[in-house]
Every structure is written in structure tokens, then in C-alpha cells.
């Protein structure tokens, strides 16, 4: 009997502390015990994003003596090279997305479709290419389509007049931002394609319904949410970067302005405009921001249909 009361000496003496833990010191502990290995990375996230973007903000709205003013945002919103900077970024955005989705669509009901070799031979050419960007790509679009690069002389000794765009042109960056974003486009809706099922396609063909109903009724509204998300990743993604265009543009006179491109003017050592560097990148995030709340928004109303 005393070893059976010693035995459960420690037991009782563990259910007394839990008891005297009060609820509060319950939850939070049971909270640190959930997030303990998650700590070091949101430690470190808050180190390397929050702090900077808060910094970020702070200096966009602030002076040079270190009082608060919008005279930085006036200042930039007042200024045509600012403006045409922040429209040129969001329009490259916009088309470059546009044509993605114009493209990206056929080919991930295409690859959807394929058998399971051709399937994972495309999606391994697609993951290629979806990852080859910044300097590397932007040497690569000159090597190729340069006014001495490899296909412009190709098709020239072939007898073909091809001019090919500007590097530092609008149209120039779209044809090199596409060369990753085309197979980025289908790397993210392929899965959703991939889930439409074909026993809905029978089933809309037993009642005698069309292709095009089915896909007014049943396809497009399915999908319909992955693709618009698809898109707005897309236009978030290209408006924020930076290596390319700084490859293909860099301080050419003449290029196509961009945010991106305004900014590495800046770090690149010119102190003009350098007061309009903090709200080029407040734009940026809160385009980001904006964009990817959207995009959360839209693809928790498509996963209803799948789930």
C-alpha cells in the first residue's frame, strides 16, 4: 500500500499543478507547445520583412528632419516620370498577365488531358522554364533576339526581314517576361483543371446539352476562380520585378519606365529622386497586398465546388 501511495504520489502531484495553471496560462501554453518550432522562421520573417516594410512605410512619410509629411507623395504623384513609372509597371503587368491567361489556358487543358509520360515530360519543361528569369533570362533574350542574336540572323540569312522589338521596349519585356510566366500560368491551374471531372462532361452529354453549355454552366464556373487567381499572381509577379528589366533596360536612355527600374536608378548611386524610392515600394506592397488579398478571396470561392 505505501508503494501504491508513492507510486501515484507524482501523478497527483501533476493533475494538482495542472490545476493551478489558470486558463489563460492553459491556452497560452498550449500555444507555444503548437507554434515552439515555428518561432525561429516567424522570428526571422519579422526580422528580414515585417521590420523593413515597416521602415518602409515610416520613411515614406517622412521628412527630412524626421517629422511626418506627405510631401514625399505629393512630390512623387506630382511628377510625370514617377507617374508614368508606376502606370508603365502596372500596364506591363496587365498585359503580360492577359496573355498568359490568353495562352496558359488551352495548354493546361491540353496537358490535363495527356497521358501520364507526355504529362510529366511537359511539366517537366514547364518547371524549367518557369524558373530561368532575372539576368540569366534577360542574357538569353539578347542572345537570341538581339539585333545580332541568334534567330534574328537566322531568319535574316533566310531571307526574312524579322526586326526584332527593342530589349528596353514594352513590347521587348513582354516577350521576355512570357517566356516564364506562359509555363508559371500553367503550372498553377493545371491541378484545377486536372480536377474537373469527366463524368460531368458525360453526365452534361446525357442531357443533351452542348459543348459550349457545358462549359458556360459547369466549366468556366468551376474554373473560372483559379484562372482570375492564376491571373492576378501573375500581374502581382510581374509588376514586382526586377532583375529582368534591369538586365534588358539598365540606364539606356529611352527605355520604358517601370518602378522597378526607377528604384535601381537610385541604388545604382543617383540621388535624383531618391525621396520618391519609399513610396515606390509602399506602391509595390500595397499593389502585392491589394492583389494576393484578391486572389484569397476568389480561390476559397472556387475550392467549394472541388472540395
Known sequence: MHRM???????????????????????????LGDWALALPLILVAGTVLLIPCFAMVLSSFSAADGSL???NWIDTFSSKSAV?????????????????????????LIIARMPGFGRS???????????????GLGFGFIAALGTYGMVTLSLNALGIPFVPPKQNSFWGLVLAYEY????????????????????????????????????????LPILGPFFIGSWLLIFTWAVGLYGLPVA?????????????LEMAKSLTGSFFGKNYMP???????????????????????????LS
Open 180 to 219: 516564364s510566366n506562359i509555363p508559371l500560368f500553367v503550372i498553377l491551374t493545371l491541378p484545377a483543371v486536372a480536377a474537373l471531372k469527366t463524368e460531368w462532361w458525360e453526365a452534361a452529354q446525357t442531357a443533351s446539352a452542348s459543348r459550349a453549355q457545358f462549359w458556360r454552366h459547369i466549366g
Open 121 to 135: 515530360l511537359n511539366m517537366g519543361i514547364l518547371n524549367v522554364a518557369s524558373h530561368f528569369g532575372g539576368i
Open 69 to 71: 509629411t506627405l510631401k
Open 248 to 260: 534588358l533596360n539598365g540606364s539606356a536612355p529611352g527605355s520604358f519606365r517601370l518602378i522597378t
Open 5 to 31: 501511495r508513492s507510486a501515484n504520489t507524482p501523478s497527483l502531484a501533476v493533475k494538482a499543478g495542472e490545476g493551478s495553471l489558470s486558463p489563460a496560462a492553459t491556452r497560452i501554453s498550449a500555444f
Open 84 to 108: 508614368s513609372a508606376i502606370t508603365g509597371s502596372l500596364l506591363l503587368g496587365f498585359t503580360v498577365a492577359t496573355i498568359a491567361a490568353a495562352v496558359g489556358i488551352p495548354l493546361s
Open 279 to 305: 513610396v515606390y515600394a509602399v506602391v509595390l506592397m500595397l499593389s502585392a497586398g491589394l492583389t494576393l488579398g484578391c486572389y484569397q478571396f476568389i480561390l476559397r470561392r472556387g475550392t467549394r465546388w
